[in-house]
């Protein structure tokens, strides 16, 4: 019954290529997050989603792009892997401005 | 998902009193962290205070680390209503490189 679901937990893969990680979350919420953390493994906001607004932080690349299929789901796909895209990333969601419930992260190592 | 406990998970105090929040982890760890998370819009960082020191000042935030307990504290001084929020510790314990949140604590300040 986990609330909040990212796959894959763990992303190896070349310079150039396009990928995706997944977010699911059960709980009904209408507000889903992604977050990196960075080298001091801070967390920083990249995107907030629901189905009425998205919010980008403006220091994330375009390369960078979230997907929502259905209210349950965001995705995170990136174009043209770079190195400097090598950390972990977080999904988070909640009801409005309720608290967050984060996942478990995804490692993303790009070679 | 989430992994440590924070207490209380709600606390509603006047205006002008500090608020104490207290996070418990289960692993040794190399630093925790403390975020605020409110309007929706994603998690600030507070402060990080590592497992080799005990006790760190920033502005009205007081945090206390013992890592014996494996627990931490977040004294808030002289609150104010802008302290509204949702608070998270958050521990590295060095493993995949992932810091590893708490369920939050909901804080109000009343006017």
């Known amino acids: 019954d986990t609330a909040v679901s990212q796959t894959p937990k763990y992303l190896v893969t070349q310079m150039g290529n396009d990928k995706s990680i997944k977010c699911e979350q059960n709980l009904g919420h209408d507000t889903m997050y992604w977050y990196k953390q960075d080298s001091k493994k801070f967390l920083k906001i990249m995107f907030s989603?629901?189905?009425?607004?998205?919010?980008i932080n403006e220091t994330v690349p375009n390369r960078f792009s979230p997907k929502s299929p259905d209210k349950a789901h965001l995705n995170l796909h990136i174009n043209s892997l770079e190195l400097g895209d090598s950390a972990v990333y977080f999904c988070?969601?909640?009801?409005?401005?309720?608290?967050?419930?984060f996942g478990p992260g995804t490692r993303l190592t790009v070679l | 998902s989430q992994q440590g406990e924070e207490d209380p998970q709600a606390l509603s105090i006047q205006e002008g009193e500090n608020a104490t929040m207290n996070c418990s982890y289960k692993?040794?760890?190399?630093?925790l962290q403390w975020y605020r998370q409110n309007s929706g819009r994603g998690l600030v960082h507070l402060i990080l205070?590592?497992?080799?020191?005990r006790e760190k000042h920033s502005g009205r935030l007081r945090v206390t680390l013992d890592t014996s307990k494996k627990s931490s504290s977040l004294l808030i001084t002289a609150s104010r209503a802008a302290d509204t929020a949702s608070y998270f510790c958050a521990t590295d314990a060095g493993r995949d490189d992932k810091i590893i949140f708490g369920k939050g604590t909901r804080l109000h300040i009343l006017p």
């Open positions: 205070i590592r497992s080799n020191e």
């Open positions: 692993t040794s760890i190399n630093n």
């Open positions: 989603y629901n189905n009425k607004e998205l919010i």
């Open positions: 988070a969601s909640s009801r409005r401005s309720d608290t967050q419930y």
